[in-house]
């Protein structure tokens, strides 16, 4: 009886091992990068570093990539002041109006301005999907900035009845999928970030006109990007950034944070308080052994300043892209408060960006620093 106890045993554990065996080489193939793969690539690539870019000809994400105002002109001008400071890669965010209205157009324009980029050294990371500011985006002609409001024009991906209604998702899987697959294996991209902030509420600009239960679709949708992504199966990284919340210990992080880091290649996060709290949320996230990315930093009022935390980012081998690249139609020199309280003038201390239209930088000792980390 012992011996037949004992090959049944056996012959469950070779079965269930082979189940596993093969559940593992799925999952290498279409699912999440091993940590081995994921710190691999970024030894291979290096320090990546750079800005949250937006040609100040747009004031949203719309007004980039729509035919009728897309400007090489402008985005090759200001990427090569990007190289001039040692930046060699740029987060860029993309729209799903634009492919749902063209894509082919749309791929078109990217495939230039991937060129226009490749041309400075400059990689890129996209960002597909955005639960951040106005929720009712729309194709066409775009506001005027309202003066002196920080953003007062950028608008979310996808819009608010899109999201509240997942019979209205298939577009959207095309456009996840069309993207990713049509450039899978271009070197020019570094990472894919797959949605920006889903469950921000913009409780300050669009409080009162949001979707009810955002958080509860933004999440559901976030799922279905990432399911979209992987059977698109780039050669690049994934990754969707934790943006608040308490990420001290695993188990005490909020659901849709969990589900982000355990099924991006690449962890990443935005920090705009400070050093201390740069340093503590890089030491919380190194935890999962993956190379690490800061998608969203530097707001100088507030401490989160390219002298206090760029040493940081680099002492710990964590790539980052600040907020705003040069002062324009987003008007992000001005503060967030922006939107209760009145500025009638350029802030004497800018919030974000680095370089007025004209090129010169708005703090020269500042831009000779970020040369002196990136540059070194």
């Given at each position: 009886?012992?011996?037949?106890?004992?090959?049944?045993?056996?012959?469950f554990?070779?079965?269930?091992?082979?189940?596993?065996?093969?559940v593992?080489?799925?999952?290498?193939?279409?699912?999440?990068?091993?940590?081995?793969?994921?710190n691999?690539?970024?030894?291979?690539?290096?320090?990546?570093?750079?800005?949250?870019?937006?040609?100040?000809?747009?004031?949203?994400?719309?007004?980039?990539?729509?035919?009728?105002?897309f400007d090489?002109?402008?985005?090759?001008?200001?990427?090569?002041?990007?190289?001039?400071i040692?930046?060699?890669?740029?987060?860029?965010?993309?729209?799903d109006?634009?492919?749902?209205?063209?894509?082919?157009?749309?791929?078109e324009?990217?495939?230039?301005?991937?060129?226009?980029?490749?041309?400075?050294?400059?990689?890129t990371?996209?960002?597909?999907?955005?639960?951040?500011?106005?929720?009712?985006?729309?194709?066409?002609?775009?506001?005027?900035?309202?003066?002196?409001?920080?953003?007062?024009?950028?608008?979310?991906?996808?819009?608010?009845?899109?999201?509240?209604?997942?019979?209205?998702?298939?577009?959207?899987?095309?456009y996840?999928?069309?993207?990713?697959?049509?450039?899978?294996?271009?070197?020019?991209?570094?990472?894919?970030?797959?949605?920006?902030?889903?469950?921000?509420?913009?409780?300050?600009?669009?409080?009162?006109?949001?979707?009810?239960?955002?958080r509860?679709?933004?999440?559901?949708?976030?799922q279905?990007?990432?399911r979209?992504?992987?059977?698109?199966?780039?050669?690049?990284?994934?990754?969707?950034?934790?943006?608040?919340?308490d990420?001290?210990?695993?188990?005490?992080?909020?659901?849709?944070?969990?589900?982000?880091?355990?099924?991006?290649?690449?962890?990443s996060?935005?920090?705009?308080?400070?050093?201390?709290?740069?340093?503590?949320?890089?030491?919380?996230?190194?935890?999962y052994?993956?190379?690490?990315?800061?998608?969203?930093?530097m707001?100088?009022?507030?401490?989160?300043?390219?002298?206090?935390?760029?040493?940081?980012l680099?002492n710990?081998?964590?790539?980052?892209?600040?907020?705003?690249?040069?002062?324009?139609?987003s008007?992000?020199?001005?503060?967030?408060?922006?939107?209760?309280?009145?500025y009638?003038?350029?802030?004497?201390?800018?919030?974000?960006d680095?370089?007025?239209?004209?090129g010169?930088?708005?703090?020269?000792?500042?831009?000779?620093?970020?040369?002196?980390?990136?540059?070194?």
């Amino acid at each position: 009886m012992k011996k037949i106890t004992n090959i049944v045993l056996l012959t469950f554990l070779f079965v269930f091992g082979s189940c596993s065996s093969a559940v593992e080489e799925k999952e290498d193939t279409l699912g999440r990068w091993s940590a081995e793969k994921a710190n691999q690539w970024y030894e291979e690539t290096g320090w990546l570093i750079g800005a949250n870019f937006n040609p100040s000809t747009a004031i949203n994400q719309l007004e980039m990539w729509q035919a009728e105002t897309f400007d090489p002109e402008t985005i090759d001008k200001e990427l090569s002041w990007a190289a001039g400071i040692g930046f060699n890669s740029m987060r860029v965010y993309l729209h799903d109006l634009v492919w749902k209205d063209d894509p082919e157009g749309l791929l078109e324009r990217m495939e230039q301005y991937l060129e226009i980029a490749d041309s400075h050294g400059i990689g890129t990371m996209f960002v597909l999907l955005d639960g951040v500011w106005h929720p009712y985006p729309v194709l066409g002609e775009q506001p005027t900035p309202i003066p002196h409001v920080h953003n007062s024009g950028w608008v979310q991906s996808p819009n608010i009845h899109v999201l509240a209604d997942p019979d209205k998702w298939g577009y959207l899987e095309e456009y996840v999928k069309g993207v990713i697959s049509h450039f899978s294996d271009d070197k020019r991209i570094h990472v894919w970030d797959l949605y920006n902030e889903p469950d921000n509420t913009n409780n300050v600009a669009y409080g009162d006109i949001e979707l009810e239960n955002k958080r509860e679709m933004a999440f559901r949708l976030l799922q279905e990007s990432f399911r979209w992504a992987r059977e698109a199966n780039p050669s690049q990284p994934v990754t969707s950034g934790l943006w608040y919340g308490d990420w001290s210990v695993h188990e005490n992080m909020k659901e849709i944070d969990r589900f982000m880091v355990e099924n991006s290649d690449v962890i990443s996060f935005h920090s705009y308080d400070g050093p201390e709290t740069m340093e503590q949320r890089i030491e919380y996230l190194q935890r999962y052994n993956r190379p690490i990315f800061c998608t969203e930093y530097m707001a100088r009022p507030r401490g989160s300043t390219f002298k206090a935390e760029l040493p940081i980012l680099k002492n710990h081998n964590v790539s980052g892209y600040n907020w705003g690249f040069v002062a324009g139609k987003s008007q992000t020199i001005y503060p967030w408060d922006s939107w209760e309280t009145a500025y009638t003038a350029e802030p004497g201390l800018w919030f974000h960006d680095i370089f007025r239209s004209d090129g010169t930088p708005y703090d020269e000792d500042e831009a000779e620093f970020i040369k002196s980390i990136t540059l070194e």
